[in-house]
């Protein structure tokens, strides 16, 4: 038992110290993945019937495990989308875990769920949407998108009880996120997908719904626009869909799961105009909210849709709905019933900062776009492939194959010097592989990307 309880210290010891460090670490090693054969090599069998001891085990995450897993918040990591949570968004997720506490019901996380709900009125309010909108946290954009979905098909099939369970469509255009096609097979629904990557306009979705058969046409229960496409950070013409979707009555998604913590941001909150008319939003407070994983968010216009979609029955959970314990329940909007209140992290950050801090980091990355797009103009061997757009930088090594893009990719990521991805750009002339960045961390310098662009001479 003694023995037990110094490996608890030991350990615990090390874990706080590990964590300080991280935290505090702003140029963090960038990590490169190794084999699974390779791995079990250096750390072998950890799981055994007596256990191999904390102290032990932490060694092997500490120098091994960790070292093989990428640090999603480098300052050149400017690779998909990546991350950069506050320290104390980072620190209060150790004290979520630390808390114990049950997300979903208000009976057994009243206190919690009552600070996550300060963090999610923000978030409403930064959408525009009116009185009574409201949302929840959930695993991601995937999960939040899912939801959304759900809400959208339980609602038209509600509008005629009579046809029974028909097939239904959702609009996006080619710029949606995989996730969308992805969750339409969960909920088996049909995608029409409109070949376009760049904005989607209110008159394009026009054009299609008028074009398509009648039966066809009533079988569209949700339109998903993209206030920030993954691979460029257009934001789909949302003004105009919604216009669109509120003469068909048709619910109308808004997929702004990486675009949408630059609805903070003034210099561009413009181009969301039309956000406020969603019947559902998705933000990920994980990709630019600056909150550490995972932590999505999924808004509602009339959010009784959302519960008559995803309220579980059952009679151990009948007592949730007493009248004495009657409160919020983030169960009842999303997909998921047992939940991490992975909203905490957010609030304690913003409640500590201020929603001003947050404003100026985001309009820091987008600032970093600029920067980038001046840089790659100036270079004689590069060229921008469109203008950036939020904090996405489209851009080509003038001649380069994609063997090239990816050699280049590989070389700077196992030298520790950045994580930059190539990507794939739809032209009209065809697809083309091309180099990207986004810009999430503050962090990162003008040097930092000069010196990325220095490596593809
Ligand atoms: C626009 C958009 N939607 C949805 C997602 C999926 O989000 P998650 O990975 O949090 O599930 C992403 C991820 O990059 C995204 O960029």
Redesign the pocket.
Known sequence: MHNVDLDLVEMSLDVIKFAIGRISDTDPQLGFPKTAAELSELVGETITEKGIGGERAFALFRDVLVKASVAIDHPRHLAF?PASPTRAAVLFDLVTSAASVHGAFWLEGAGCIFAENQAMSWLVSLTGMPDGSFGVFTS????A?LSAMVAAREYWRSLSPGMGPRRGIVIASDGA?S?VRAMAKVIDADVLSLPTEDRLTGQHLRDTLDGMAPDERERVFAVIG?G???NSGIIDDLAGIADVCSERDIWFHV?A??GGGALAAPSVRHLFNGIERADSV?I?P?KWLFSPYDC?AVIYRRPEHARNAHAQEGSYLDIFNDEAIRGFNPADYQIQLTRRVRGLPLWFSLAMHGTHRYTQAIERGIELASIAGRLIMASEHTELVRDPSLSCVVFRRIGWSAEQYRDWTLANHKSGFALVAPTKWRAPSGSETVARFCFINPDTTEEDIAGILETMK
């Open positions: 989308v991601g954009g995937t999960e998108n996120h996730s993209t920030g496409t993954t997929d799961a990486y998705t990920d994980h999505g």
